[in-house]
């Protein structure tokens, strides 16, 4: 009987889960789309805005019907926090229900409820301080207590390790436990694969980069130096061949971007 009562609501939240993930998919592909697209101004020099989220949805506000795309968006974003908490509370339908498969969902969820809010804040016309200086003076205030450099790089070591979890995943192709790959032709199959993979080890390289930034910030006692996405883009767009390494990486996540898109025909819910 308890079996029974368990799975009950469980089916009862099928249909809504399995909405909500292919709609929050949708959503996070198109940010990736546009992170790429700006990341790709950067790196030929022409990148005047943040190449970050908020960078992203100030380019869809800044064009006419912007509002309505960001009314989609702030939806999905929602939607993808519905899917990933109900992971969190249920558990995964890739990963089962080990805690760390349900931390993992906790935080993607945390993560775009951030995101529904930003979104919110721009529709409301107050989208606040950019993402960089968000986390300069946050990091700022930290390294004002006893300790606070010490947890600096604590974050940036657990950050860089995020990264190159991100980065292992896309090379070893662990992303495809997520989706129905049978579902799909063997061309389809190929096709996905390959561009998941590409998206997730450059996303996980750039979220790396942005780790070793952290612990730089923290050794150097500078919090200047401890940026977003944006900062670790134009950071990387100042090394020697950072042009063209900055090109290859826009090019990664405009894939995981894509990934995004089919991921949200065939993801497993």
Same mark, same amino acid.
């Given at each position: 009987?308890?079996?029974?009562?368990?799975?009950?609501?469980?089916?009862?939240?099928?249909?809504?889960?399995?909405?909500?993930?292919?709609?929050?998919?949708?959503?996070?592909? #198109?940010?990736?789309?546009?992170?790429?697209?700006?990341?790709?101004?950067?790196?030929?020099?022409?990148?005047?805005?943040?190449?970050?989220?908020?960078?992203?949805?100030?380019?869809?506000?800044?064009?006419?019907?912007?509002?309505?795309?960001?009314?989609?968006?702030?939806?999905?974003?929602?939607?993808?926090?519905?899917?990933?908490?109900?992971?969190?509370?249920?558990?995964?339908?890739?990963? *089962?229900?080990?805690?760390?498969?349900?931390?993992?969902?906790?935080?993607?969820? #945390?993560?775009?409820?951030?995101?529904?809010?930003?979104?919110?804040?721009?529709?409301?016309?107050?989208?606040?301080?950019?993402?960089?200086?968000?986390?300069?003076? #946050?990091?700022?205030?930290?390294?004002?207590?006893?300790?606070?450099?010490?947890?600096?790089?604590?974050?940036?070591?657990?950050?860089?390790?995020?990264?190159?979890?991100?980065?292992?995943?896309?090379?070893?192709?662990?992303?495809?436990?997520?989706?129905?790959?049978?579902?799909?032709?063997?061309?389809?199959?190929?096709?996905?694969?390959?561009?998941?993979?590409?998206?997730?080890?450059?996303?996980?390289?750039?979220?790396?980069?942005?780790?070793?930034?952290?612990?730089?910030?923290?050794?150097?006692?500078?919090?200047?130096?401890?940026? *977003?996405?944006?900062?670790?883009?134009?950071?990387?767009?100042?090394?020697?061949?950072?042009?063209? #390494?900055?090109?290859?990486?826009?090019?990664?996540?405009?894939?995981?971007?894509?990934?995004?898109?089919?991921?949200?025909?065939?993801?497993?819910?």
């Amino acid at each position: 009987m308890s079996a029974m009562t368990a799975a009950r609501p469980a089916l009862a939240r099928r249909p809504v889960v399995h909405v909500a993930a292919r709609v929050g998919l949708v959503a996070r592909g #198109l940010v990736y789309l546009l992170l790429g697209w700006l990341a790709i101004r950067i790196a030929v020099g022409n990148g005047s805005q943040q190449a970050n989220q908020k960078g992203a949805l100030a380019t869809v506000a800044s064009h006419s019907g912007g509002k309505a795309l960001l009314v989609g968006l702030a939806i999905g974003f929602a939607a993808y926090a519905l899917w990933r908490l109900s992971e969190a509370a249920f558990g995964t339908s890739a990963e *089962g229900n080990g805690a760390g498969a349900r931390l993992k969902s906790l935080v993607r969820g #945390l993560v775009y409820v951030g995101s529904c809010i930003v979104a919110i804040r721009f529709l409301a016309g107050s989208p606040g301080k950019s993402q960089d200086k968000q986390q300069a003076d #946050l990091t700022a205030r930290l390294m004002q207590h006893t300790g606070g450099r010490w947890l600096v790089g604590i974050i940036g070591l657990v950050v860089l390790g995020v990264g190159i979890g991100m980065a292992v995943s896309g090379f070893k192709r662990q992303f495809t436990r997520e989706l129905q790959v049978e579902r799909m032709t063997p061309n389809a199959r190929k096709t996905v694969i390959a561009v998941g993979a590409f998206g997730h080890v450059a996303r996980g390289v750039v979220v790396a980069l942005v780790g070793v930034l952290v612990i730089a910030a923290a050794i150097t006692t500078d919090p200047k130096k401890s940026t *977003g996405l944006d900062g670790a883009l134009r950071t990387l767009a100042d090394q020697t061949m950072g042009r063209l #390494l900055l090109g290859v990486i826009a090019v990664g996540l405009a894939a995981f971007g894509a990934y995004g898109l089919a991921a949200a025909k065939w993801a497993r819910t």
